[in-house]
């Protein structure tokens, strides 16, 4: 009688030939199910089982499900390509251009008028926010901290843009500024300039008290001059009648008034800032532009030059106290204060502007 050659499964042959890593270390090995052998007919295959060195090591199974090796291939980077998401693009800016950059006075002081600047831009785009940087002359002191920028007010294309800014805003302190405008977008990029107009300003503390040409007289109109009943508190600077006085200080008027037999016409101006009056003495009658409580500006104009009173002719007497006038306070040399004025501004005796 012919016999049959049984077939078994691979599965099943592979299984009887090699006995599995865990029974070989002592654990349980896979042991097929009866209706779950897989034959050429059809049927599934038992899964893979788990190696020791898997086991041993803490590391996943080397067989997923599809749906976690989906996930697995998800997680991890791709090399050469970075996770960071690319960011929009900076459109480029197209420049601009200053056709118009114009001031008022290259000359300001601290206390007094506002400077008025004015300016045009041209090209596309727009509108645009416009500063004013000022940032010192002198070389060494063009630091960040020393510059500042002051908004001027939105500028479109071909139009007029004019405003005013203060000598503090420029210079707290005094001294020579370059001033050039800055344009920006209205979320604040730097909008590139195809020209950079520069002017040159000059912040100044104090104002020489005469506007005109002037000159300094003998010894005896010197301060601490001998007179007859008294010392002179004061410093004369002899000037043509109708010369006009000018305050060298912001400050408030405290007195005017007349004194025939000695000052003549004068004024007493209050500087809160120094905390010193000044004082101006033989002023032309009916020159006085002033009252008293009136607050004046620095460089603002008080009166002319005059003889009235005691005088021997057309002069200034001008006095400078530490404190109130005749209220407590001392009266000091006006001559340094005088020179460095006039330096500042470029000026000497029987110089005018």
């Not at 109708?242 to 004068?266: M, S």
Request: net charge positive; proline share 9%.
């Amino acid at each position: 009688m012919r016999s049959r050659r049984i077939v078994l499964p691979l599965a099943v042959t592979l299984l009887a030939a090699t006995p599995s890593a865990s029974v070989a270390s002592g654990g349980a090995a896979y042991v097929p199910q009866a209706g779950k052998l897989s034959t050429r007919s059809g049927g599934s295959a038992p899964p893979a089982a788990r190696s020791s060195t898997d086991a041993a090591s803490g590391a996943a199974p080397r067989y997923r499900d599809r749906a976690a090796a989906q996930r697995t291939s998800r997680e991890r980077p791709v090399r050469g390509r970075s996770r960071r998401p690319r960011g929009r693009l900076r459109p480029r800016l197209r420049p601009a251009r200053v056709v118009a950059f114009n001031i008022s006075q290259q000359r300001l002081y601290l206390g007094g008028p506002a400077l008025r600047v004015s300016l045009r831009v041209a090209g596309r785009g727009g509108p645009w926010r416009v500063e004013l940087q000022a940032s010192p002359a002198i070389a060494g002191a063009r630091t960040a901290a020393a510059r500042s920028s002051i908004e001027l007010g939105v500028a479109r294309a071909n139009r007029d843009l004019a405003a005013t800014v203060t000598p503090e805003a420029l210079s707290p302190t005094g001294g020579e500024v370059i001033l050039r405008p800055r344009l920006a977008t209205a979320r604040g990029a730097r909008v590139p300039l195809a020209n950079l107009p520069a002017v040159a300003v000059r912040v100044l503390a104090n104002a020489f008290p005469l506007r005109g040409p002037w000159r300094l007289p003998g010894p005896d109109g010197r301060f601490g001059a001998p007179r007859a009943d008294h010392r002179h508190e004061g410093q004369d600077l002899v000037a043509a009648e109708g010369t006009p006085v000018v305050a060298p200080a912001a400050g408030q008027v405290v007195r005017v008034a007349y004194q025939p037999g000695g000052a003549g016409h004068y004024v007493v101006l209050r500087d809160p800032r120094m905390r010193r009056d000044y004082v101006f003495m033989h002023l032309r009658e009916r020159s006085i532009t002033v009252v008293e409580g009136q607050t004046v500006a620095t460089g603002a104009r008080i009166a002319e030059v005059g003889s009235t009173g005691r005088s021997s002719g057309p002069h200034l007497h001008f006095e400078v106290w530490v404190g109130r006038w005749r209220d407590g306070g001392r009266p000091i040399d006006p001559l340094p204060l005088l020179e460095t004025w006039a330096r500042n501004e470029g000026l000497g005796p029987d110089a005018g502007r």
